[in-house]
Nanobody, 115 residues
Framework: QVQVVESGGGLVQAGGSLRLSCVAS????????MAWYRQAPGKQRELVAS???????NLADSVKGRFTTSRDNTKNTVYLKMNSLKPEDTATYYC?????????WGKGTLVTVSS
Protein backbone atom coordinates (compact mmCIF):
# COMPACT_ATOMS: atom_id res chain seq x y z
CA GLN A 1 0.00 0.00 0.00
CA VAL A 2 0.99 3.61 -0.41
CA GLN A 3 2.86 5.12 2.51
CA VAL A 4 4.18 8.63 2.98
CA VAL A 5 6.43 9.52 5.90
CA GLU A 6 7.78 12.97 6.69
CA SER A 7 10.69 13.82 8.98
CA GLY A 8 13.03 16.66 9.83
CA GLY A 9 10.80 19.10 11.68
CA GLY A 10 11.78 20.79 14.90
CA LEU A 11 12.29 24.04 16.75
CA VAL A 12 14.43 26.68 15.09
CA GLN A 13 15.08 30.37 15.63
CA ALA A 14 13.95 32.94 13.12
CA GLY A 15 16.48 33.19 10.31
CA GLY A 16 17.48 29.57 10.69
CA SER A 17 17.17 26.62 8.34
CA LEU A 18 15.66 23.16 8.28
CA ARG A 19 15.45 20.38 5.72
CA LEU A 20 12.38 18.20 5.65
CA SER A 21 12.37 14.77 4.05
CA CYS A 22 9.51 12.67 2.76
CA VAL A 23 9.87 9.01 1.87
CA ALA A 24 7.15 7.44 -0.25
CA SER A 25 6.52 3.75 -0.91
CA UNK A 26 3.95 1.69 -2.75
CA UNK A 27 4.32 3.79 -5.88
CA UNK A 28 6.63 4.09 -8.86
CA UNK A 29 8.30 7.09 -7.34
CA UNK A 30 10.17 8.36 -10.39
CA UNK A 31 6.86 8.77 -12.25
CA UNK A 32 5.04 10.49 -9.38
CA UNK A 33 4.65 14.20 -8.74
CA MET A 34 5.02 15.19 -5.09
CA ALA A 35 3.93 18.17 -3.05
CA TRP A 36 4.44 19.83 0.32
CA TYR A 37 1.59 21.44 2.21
CA ARG A 38 1.48 23.11 5.59
CA GLN A 39 -1.20 23.87 8.12
CA ALA A 40 -0.83 26.40 10.88
CA PRO A 41 -3.10 26.28 13.95
CA GLY A 42 -6.51 27.68 13.11
CA LYS A 43 -5.72 28.01 9.41
CA GLN A 44 -6.45 26.02 6.29
CA ARG A 45 -3.92 23.70 4.78
CA GLU A 46 -1.98 25.45 2.01
CA LEU A 47 0.27 24.31 -0.80
CA VAL A 48 3.89 25.24 -0.21
CA ALA A 49 5.81 23.52 -2.99
CA SER A 50 5.42 20.90 -5.68
CA UNK A 51 7.78 18.96 -7.89
CA UNK A 52 6.92 17.03 -11.03
CA UNK A 53 8.28 13.63 -11.97
CA UNK A 54 10.67 15.46 -14.28
CA UNK A 55 11.96 17.70 -11.49
CA UNK A 56 10.18 20.94 -12.33
CA UNK A 57 9.23 22.84 -9.20
CA ASN A 58 6.65 25.37 -8.16
CA LEU A 59 6.67 27.37 -4.95
CA ALA A 60 4.09 29.46 -3.14
CA ASP A 61 4.76 33.19 -3.31
CA SER A 62 5.16 33.31 0.46
CA VAL A 63 8.20 31.03 0.35
CA LYS A 64 9.84 31.91 -2.97
CA GLY A 65 13.47 32.81 -2.53
CA ARG A 66 13.61 31.02 0.83
CA PHE A 67 12.43 27.44 0.23
CA THR A 68 13.43 24.92 -2.40
CA THR A 69 12.20 21.41 -3.12
CA SER A 70 14.09 18.58 -4.74
CA ARG A 71 13.86 14.84 -5.18
CA ASP A 72 16.14 11.82 -5.13
CA ASN A 73 14.52 9.04 -7.15
CA THR A 74 17.15 6.55 -5.97
CA LYS A 75 15.89 7.01 -2.42
CA ASN A 76 12.17 7.54 -3.12
CA THR A 77 12.59 10.80 -1.24
CA VAL A 78 11.52 14.39 -1.73
CA TYR A 79 13.06 17.25 0.23
CA LEU A 80 11.97 20.69 1.34
CA LYS A 81 14.89 22.95 2.22
CA MET A 82 13.75 25.92 4.22
CA ASN A 83 16.03 28.92 4.74
CA SER A 84 15.49 32.30 6.40
CA LEU A 85 12.65 30.85 8.41
CA LYS A 86 10.08 33.23 9.89
CA PRO A 87 7.69 32.76 12.81
CA GLU A 88 4.83 32.71 10.29
CA ASP A 89 6.33 29.54 8.80
CA THR A 90 5.36 27.71 11.98
CA ALA A 91 3.06 24.86 10.95
CA THR A 92 2.75 21.15 10.51
CA TYR A 93 4.21 20.26 7.14
CA TYR A 94 2.67 17.44 5.12
CA CYS A 95 3.89 15.51 2.12
CA UNK A 96 1.32 14.65 -0.54
CA UNK A 97 1.06 12.53 -3.63
CA UNK A 98 -1.75 11.49 -5.93
CA UNK A 99 -2.19 7.98 -7.27
CA UNK A 100 -5.13 6.95 -9.42
CA UNK A 101 -7.11 10.08 -8.50
CA UNK A 102 -6.64 9.52 -4.77
CA UNK A 103 -4.62 11.76 -2.46
CA UNK A 104 -2.21 10.25 0.04
CA TRP A 105 -0.85 12.16 3.01
CA GLY A 106 1.76 11.60 5.65
CA LYS A 107 1.13 12.32 9.31
CA GLY A 108 3.11 15.53 9.08
CA THR A 109 6.14 16.99 10.81
CA LEU A 110 5.94 20.03 13.05
CA VAL A 111 8.09 23.07 12.36
CA THR A 112 8.20 25.75 15.03
CA VAL A 113 10.04 29.01 14.39
CA SER A 114 10.72 31.16 17.42
CA SER A 115 11.17 34.91 17.19
Amino acid sequence: QVQVVESGGGLVQAGGSLRLSCVASGIIFRFTAMAWYRQAPGKQRELVASITSGGSTNLADSVKGRFTTSRDNTKNTVYLKMNSLKPEDTATYYCNLEKILRDYWGKGTLVTVSS
